[in-house]
């Protein structure tokens, strides 16, 4: 069986042909502007899909295409209700406008839940049953799995783990609230953060690594860090005892087999890991008695939109 696989971003659409196996065949891109009406992104994309179908030709049928979308979703409807990132989206029947011009099945997912997905049937959670996965970028993203399905509460409204408080009267959050995770464990906190130790520290080597990169981002403080430089060293350790401490507040609520990390920070890879895995081992009260929970970064890169979306129609 393939499908597509559909991941729409707030600077661009990107698509490919996947089989039930996970494998991607071809791919397809296109532009959004934010400022666009939806029937003019959509129906751009629609054509964009119809010309690939005419130039790509398969052995299997097309099953339907999968579409994980950013905002507030009502999968029963097909409908973006909302979306901050796309300002003119604003209750969209996305699904039916799709299945008119398309001519197939048309099935509808959050985007950071179908990453999630893509994640738990193909990736660093197809071993497991119960996955949640952490994106670490310009927000915290986060999805959830529970017995290989999606969870995302009320309404499709839950799984938003980057806006659980860590700290009470803590930095504001685009939320509204003060002290989320978002606040202190996405690239934009690291960054701040990084920035407020350069200020602090003229001589840091953190500077030498901003001009070698061409711009202060969220790889200098690890950088930095691995030269040995102390206000870089203490910038990644306050980073992973914030990023940890809600880690542990998932595992003790949900305890999933695995977390799962992606995103920029999480090409950190290993220095990152093994720093989350002993601070999680070190406060987690329940870990001697309890089941272990594994700490893995996401094999699937940024594939696991597509990916995951092409799951929906496949129904994994």
């Known amino acids: ?29 296109c532009e959004v502007d934010k400022n666009d009406m939806p029937e003019k992104t959509i129906g751009d994309l629609c054509d964009v899909i ?19 979308s950013p905002g507030v979703l009502d999968l029963e409807k097909g409908e973006v209700k909302s979306s901050p990132n796309l300002l003119t989206w604003e209750h969209f029947k996305i699904r039916d406008f799709m299945e008119s011009r398309i001519h197939m099945p048309v099935k509808l997912g959050n985007d950071a839940n179908v990453a999630a997905l893509g994640e738990s049937v193909f990736g660093s ?17 986060s999805g959830i799995i529970l017995n290989k399905k999606i969870y995302d509460g009320n309404l499709h409204q839950g799984a ?36 407020k130790e350069m200020e602090r520290n003229p001589d840091s080597e953190m500077h030498k690594v901003t001009k070698e990169l ?62 989350v895995r002993a601070y999680i081992k070190s406060f987690d009260y329940g870990m001697v008695h309890s089941p272990k929970v594994e700490v893995k970064v ?6 696991s939109g597509k990916i995951g979306a092409a799951c929906l129609v496949f129904d994994k």
């Open 1 to 29: 069986m393939i499908a597509i696989g559909v991941d729409i971003g707030g600077t661009s659409i990107k698509g490919a042909s996947i089989t039930d196996k996970g494998e991607i065949l071809d791919r397809f891109t």
């Open 50 to 68: 119809n010309q690939f179908l005419k130039e790509h030709h398969y052995d299997e049928p097309i099953a339907g295409v999968g579409i994980g």
């Open 125 to 141: 959670g197809k071993e497991y049953n119960n996955v949640v996965m952490l994106t670490l970028g310009t927000g915290v993203g």
């Open 160 to 195: 938003e783990l980057g806006h659980m408080v860590i700290r009470v009267n803590g930095h504001k959050c685009g939320c509204g609230r003060r002290g989320c995770l978002e606040t202190y464990a996405s690239a934009t906190a690291l960054i701040r953060e990084t920035k």
């Open 214 to 275: 061409g711009k202060c981002d969220a790889r200098v403080a690890f950088i930095a860090a691995r030269r040995g430089d102390k206000g870089a060293i203490r910038v990644v350790r306050n980073y992973i005892r914030d990023l940890s401490e809600g880690i542990l507040n998932i595992c003790n609520i949900f305890r999933p087999e695995v977390v799962i990390l992606s995103g920029g920070v999480a090409n950190e890879g290993e220095y990152l890991l093994e720093r």
């Open 298 to 303: 996401a094999s699937l890169g940024y594939d």
